[in-house]
Structure formats: structure tokens, C-alpha cells
């Protein structure tokens, strides 16, 4: 919010998350609700992504909310989103490392570590309750 006067925060819509996860680990329901309880969060967009959608940028909600800024954190740089073109057409600053430098959690690494502890608590495949 330092950025500016309102926090807006754009998450993907599950159809999204399938496309490049093949799952969804929380719906985004849940995800939208969690973020959305951040006292400095203004406003949550969700994605509107089809099913099987091959567009995996945020461009049209940058099209629709046509923001000032755009902040990225985590591991995202100039080089590696697809919004560039976008921001530079709408005019919109864009921010990177925003955080605390760096990607410091992602939900692929807790599921991760998640399957790594239940494969060795469990290492024949039988199936457990965890």
C-alpha cells in the first residue's frame, strides 16, 4: 500500500491454477477470502480465465482495472511476465521484488514438503489418514 492509495490484488481463478498446476490446492473462493482479510487490501479481483485457457497473463483484469502500478513479488522481473505490453499500452508503472525480497513461500513448495514428510512417514504407499 506504499505504492499507493488503494491496494487492489488480482489472484487467478482455479481455471488458471489447473491450466498450470494440474490442481487446485485451495479454491479460489478461499484464496480470495484469505488475501481479501488483509487489513491493507482494498480490493480483490479474481481472474476470469475460461477452462483450458491458453492466456496465462493478468492482462485482462490490467485492461479492466487499469491500474497506475503494477507490483510484482517474488520471483517475477520485466523479462519473465507477460503483462509488459499491456502496462506499457495503458501506461502503468510497474514494480517488481515487492515483499520481503524474493520469493520467500509458494504453496508448490508446502505441497512439496507436505508429500516428501507423507512419503517417508508412509514409505510402502499404504494408505494413511494425515
Known amino acids: 500500500k506504499a505504492l499507493g492509495d488503494e491496494l487492489v490484488v488480482v489472484i487467478n481463478n482455479d481455471n488458471w491454477l489447473k491450466k498450470k498446476k494440474g ?15 488483509v487489513a491493507s487490501v482494498d480490493r480483490v479481483v479474481l481472474t476470469r480465465h475460461k477452462e483450458g485457457t491458453e492466456d496465462m497473463s493478468v ?20 523479462s519473465n511476465i507477460p503483462e509488459v505490453p499491456i502496462c506499457e499500452a495503458i501506461g502503468c508503472k510497474m514494480v517488481f521484488n515487492i515483499g520481503k525480497g524474493g520469493k ?18 508412509n514409505p510402502r504407499g499404504s494408505k494413511s489418514r494425515v
Open 59 to 78: 492482462n485482462a483484469e490490467l485492461i479492466r482495472i487499469h491500474p497506475y502500478i503494477f507490483a510484482n513479488g517474488g520471483d517475477r522481473t520485466k
Open 23 to 37: 490442481f487446485v490446492f485451495m479454491p479460489e473462493r478461499e484464496r480470495k477470502e484469505l488475501i481479501a482479510a
Open 104 to 121: 520467500i513461500q509458494s504453496s508448490s513448495w508446502l505441497l512439496s514438503k507436505y508429500a516428501e514428510v507423507k512419503k517417508k512417514k
